[in-house]
Each structure stands twice: as structure tokens, then as C-alpha cells.
């Protein structure tokens, strides 16, 4: 049976990022190690970081690396995967690249629990390479089947640290240059000095003025900025 005809799992799409537009800042041992493994024949990185950290961003762009490669890669978002779906993972350790973000979502699931074991089992024997991805460090983790712990830990173990504000700004200019958007330099600092200071937070405020300066065939200013974000629009967290 084709490896196609056994995959069950219900995966959101995986996104076009790529190692090149993520503003890494310290993180960039966290970029070296994953370009280093795909280089290598096998192995497995498990990434740690809060929400808004680019977890995503580079789990995606290891698989479109990996496939601009040549390897098969699979990409699973675990976020609201019912357990039935944990059957889907039969097969996949035939891939050379498999990578699990959120994994975390999955842990103290009895059904996920037991299947990511054998597959992490299946999959090391076939000498493939594992990425994971979590918002909270191992030991934190509700694991209720404890060698299903140790397979996490079997590789190398990363965190991911929080942008200064200069390399935040250097995410909102790259978005808006990727648009061909003309993002004045005050905007920036207006986005950063009131709100939330969450990358995804910020991006997403960035996205809110620039959808209503496009509807309402304005420049990205900052009184424009103040009348989107005003309280009760923005998220102050």
C-alpha cells in the first residue's frame, strides 16, 4: 500500500516559510542545528519556546528545505488532533524528515502517547531525522508513559530565546518589504511601544492597520495605526 493511502492525519497546510525569512537574532545556533541535520543522514531536535517564538516558522521551513533537497518530509500541527487520528503516524518512519510542532498538545493523551513510542522507535531504526517542537521544556511535560520521555530526549535539546525590539522591527520591515509595503519607521515604533510586545501579537496588529490602510486606500501611518489599535482592538497582553 502506498505511504499516501496510510496517512490519516488531518494536517493543516504547511506554509511557504523559509530559513531566509526568519529574523533569528540569538537564535541562530537553533537555524545552524536544523540545516545541520538535514546535511547529516539522521538524527532529532526537539525546540522549546513560548508562543510567538517561530517554532512554526521553522519547522515548516526545515521540511520546504528538506524537499527542495530531495527528501520526503512530513509536517504534522498537533494543535486540536483528536487521538484517532494518532493511527495516522503508521508509516511515516519511512520519511526522511518528520516534524511534530506543538508536540506538547499531544502529551497525556493515552492514544498519542502509545503511538508517538512506536512510531519514535520505528522511526530511529530506519535511521530517519525527527524534529519537535513544544512551548514547555521536557520535565514539564504530563507525560503519562515515561519512556515516551526519553525518546524526546534522545537528541538535542534547543531553546528558543525572545527578540530584542530591533530584531522585532527587522520582522515587521521584512514582512512589509516581502508585500512591497512602505512601513515608515515611526509606525514601527508605535507598534512596538504600545500593545503587546508578542511577535504574533505584533504581527498581527502590523496586519490589522495594514488591511485597513489598503480598504481605505491610505498610507500606514500612525494616526492610522492609533485608530485600528485603539483600546478594546488591541490585545495589551
Same mark, same amino acid.
Given at each position: 500500500?502506498? /505511504?499516501? %493511502?496510510?496517512? *490519516?492525519?488531518?494536517?493543516?497546510?504547511?506554509?511557504?516559510?523559509?530559513?531566509?525569512?526568519? #529574523?533569528?537574532?540569538?537564535?541562530?545556533?537553533?537555524?545552524?542545528?536544523?540545516?545541520?541535520?538535514?546535511?547529516?543522514?539522521?538524527?532529532?531536535?526537539?525546540?522549546?519556546?513560548?508562543?510567538? %517564538?517561530?517554532?512554526?516558522?521553522?519547522?515548516?521551513?526545515?521540511?520546504?528545505?528538506?524537499?527542495?533537497?530531495?527528501?520526503?518530509? @512530513?509536517?504534522?500541527?498537533?494543535?486540536?488532533?483528536?487521538?484517532?487520528?494518532?493511527e495516522g503516524l503508521a508509516g511515516l518512519e519511512e520519511m526522511d524528515l518528520v516534524c511534530i510542532?506543538?508536540?506538547?498538545? /499531544?502529551?497525556?493523551?493515552?492514544?498519542?502517547?502509545?503511538?508517538? @513510542?512506536?512510531?519514535?522507535n520505528r522511526f530511529r531504526a530506519h535511521r530517519g531525522r525527527l524534529v519537535s517542537s513544544s512551548?514547555?521544556?521536557?520535565?514539564?511535560?504530563?507525560?503519562?508513559?515515561?519512556?515516551?520521555?526519553?525518546?524526546?530526549?534522545?537528541?538535542?535539546?534547543?531553546?528558543?530565546?525572545?527578540?530584542?525590539?530591533?530584531?522585532?522591527?527587522?520582522?515587521?520591515?521584512?514582512?512589509?518589504?516581502?508585500?512591497? #509595503?512602505? *512601513?515608515?519607521?515611526?509606525?514601527?515604533?508605535?507598534?512596538?511601544?504600545?500593545?503587546?510586545?508578542?511577535?504574533t501579537r505584533l504581527v498581527a496588529n502590523f496586519e490589522a492597520v495594514r488591511v485597513a490602510a @489598503?480598504?481605505?486606500?491610505?498610507?500606514?501611518?500612525?494616526?492610522?495605526?492609533?485608530?485600528?489599535?485603539?483600546?478594546?482592538?488591541?490585545?495589551?497582553?
Amino acid at each position: 500500500m502506498p /505511504l499516501s %493511502s496510510q496517512i *490519516l492525519l488531518p494536517l493543516e497546510g504547511r506554509r511557504p516559510d523559509r530559513f531566509r525569512d526568519f #529574523i533569528a537574532g540569538p537564535n541562530q545556533p537553533v537555524v545552524s542545528a536544523l540545516k545541520e541535520l538535514l546535511s547529516s543522514t539522521e538524527g532529532s531536535v526537539f525546540i522549546r519556546g513560548p508562543d510567538g %517564538s517561530g517554532k512554526s516558522h521553522l519547522l515548516n521551513a526545515t521540511c520546504n528545505t528538506a524537499q527542495e533537497k530531495g527528501l520526503q518530509a @512530513f509536517f504534522i500541527s498537533s494543535g486540536s488532533l483528536p487521538e484517532s487520528a494518532a493511527e495516522g503516524l503508521a508509516g511515516l518512519e519511512e520519511m526522511d524528515l518528520v516534524c511534530i510542532d506543538d508536540i506538547d498538545q /499531544l502529551v497525556g493523551k493515552p492514544a498519542w502517547e502509545n503511538a508517538l @513510542f512506536h512510531f519514535f522507535n520505528r522511526f530511529r531504526a530506519h535511521r530517519g531525522r525527527l524534529v519537535s517542537s513544544s512551548t514547555r521544556p521536557l520535565s514539564a511535560l504530563p507525560f503519562e508513559l515515561p519512556d515516551l520521555e526519553s525518546r524526546l530526549a534522545w537528541g538535542l535539546r534547543l531553546q528558543l530565546e525572545p527578540l530584542s525590539d530591533d530584531e522585532k522591527a527587522a520582522v515587521l520591515r521584512s514582512k512589509a518589504e516581502a508585500m512591497d #509595503i512602505e *512601513l515608515p519607521a515611526d509606525v514601527i515604533y508605535y507598534l512596538l511601544s504600545r500593545g503587546s510586545r508578542n511577535i504574533t501579537r505584533l504581527v498581527a496588529n502590523f496586519e490589522a492597520v495594514r488591511v485597513a490602510a @489598503f480598504a481605505a486606500k491610505r498610507k500606514m501611518t500612525v494616526p492610522l495605526a492609533r485608530e485600528v489599535l485603539k483600546p478594546g482592538k488591541a490585545d495589551n497582553a
